[in-house]
Nanobody
Framework: QVQLVESGGGLVQAGGSLRLSCAASGSIRSIDNMGWYRQAPGKQRELVAVITSGGYTNYRDSLKGRFTISRDDAKNTMYLQMNSLKPEDTAVYYC??????????????WGQGTQVTVSS
């Protein structure tokens, strides 16, 4: 069993910053791709950023320059540094990860989400 737990969300004023964390735990052999997604009320879930096991990153075009994704494989943890936040960044942020389990199965897991609210 593997769990992903997000943390770091909250209420922030426009222009502020937040750092989200996604910690993976359980029967983990290794983690391949990891990603952040978000879902605003009434909208579909959308990709924010992804990072491969080799450290390659890719971002939603509109977020480049403000958001930075990173990972610490020693801690099985991924981060999302969000700067210059805007009200339109308000959403529930989810992490996911392609986990290779101890039984060598590759399974995608999702976290439960963390709320980010940006006030104007």
């Amino acid at each position: 069993q593997v769990q992903l737990v997000e943390s770091g969300g909250g209420l922030v004023q426009a222009g502020g910053s937040l750092r989200l964390s996604c910690a993976a735990s359980g029967s983990i052999r290794s983690i391949d791709n990891m990603g952040w997604y978000r879902q605003a009320p009434g909208k579909q879930r959308e990709l924010v950023a992804v990072i491969t096991s080799g450290g390659y990153t890719n971002y939603r075009d509109s977020l480049k320059g403000r958001f930075t994704i990173s990972r610490d494989d020693a801690k099985n943890t991924m981060y999302l540094q969000m700067n210059s936040l805007k009200p339109e960044d308000t959403a529930v942020y989810y992490c996911n990860a392609d986990v290779v389990t101890l039984s060598t199965m590759k399974i995608m897991y999702w976290g439960q989400g963390t709320q980010v609210t940006v006030s104007s």
